[in-house]
């Protein structure tokens, strides 16, 4: 990774967080976009006072001008873009038939629309230079349905399905594009859903009632884990890997 230039989106928390950390830890310069420009500077600012290299850039992934703007922006200030990685996320919950137009469209807007505005652009210049890395963080409920995460489980299937079809398009330009669909781990968005301090331990054994699965693994993910899966598929060592959904859920979709 040393030399090269990582852009990693929804940076400032979370797994996004966890990436762009583990990236300038392995040498690259990080270019970090997100809408919280609070939480993005502290995370730049942290890694640069460890010697690493980090830039704060913020910007709403699911607004295509803002995007070609920043995206511009850090081909000129740090670097052409070698590495790209979407983590910007939103979850609203909600039964279908209550869920409201609003939150429906924001979902979109950041989960689907953002990975291919940021993409789409990245990509574009990636073709020029014909080399380059894109790995999605998706999600395991693009693979099974969830009560009540109809729009979340919607959006992150359609992230997944344009991640491998860029894949395609791109693998004559010597471009890989593939997915880290994490499960349950443990970040400010996980936290949000859990209504008492026994919020972990429910995710990791399941529940009956709502037909969802626990975890064999018996623990819940640490954006730690889900950064090494993404660091490797960017990595020479997956040279031959695109297109490919690595699930990264302690086993609980079964495999499937």
Known sequence: MKGKVALVTGASQGIGEAVARALAESGASVAAIDQNEEGLHSLVEDVKKQGLQAGAFAADVGDSASVDKTVDRIEREVGPIDMLVNVAGVLRTGLITSFSDADWEKTFSVNATGVFNVSRSVAGRMITRKEGAIVTV??????????????????????????????????????????????????????SMWSDQNGAQAAIAGSL??????????????P????????????????HITMHDLRVDGGATLGV
């Open 209 to 222: 009632e709502t037909f969802k699965t626990g975890i064999p693994l018996g623990r819940l993910a640490l």
């Open 138 to 191: 998706g999600s395991n409920a693009a693979a099974v349905p969830r009560m009540q995460m109809a729009a979340y489980a919607a959006s992150k299937a359609a992230a997944l399905m344009f991640t491998k079809c860029l894949g395609l398009e791109l693998a004559q330009y010597n471009i890989r594009c593939n997915i880290v669909s994490p499960g349950s781990t443990d970040t400010p968005m996980q936290r």
């Open 224 to 239: 730690a884990d889900i950064a090494e899966a993404v660091l490797f598929l960017l990595s020479e060592r997956a040279r």
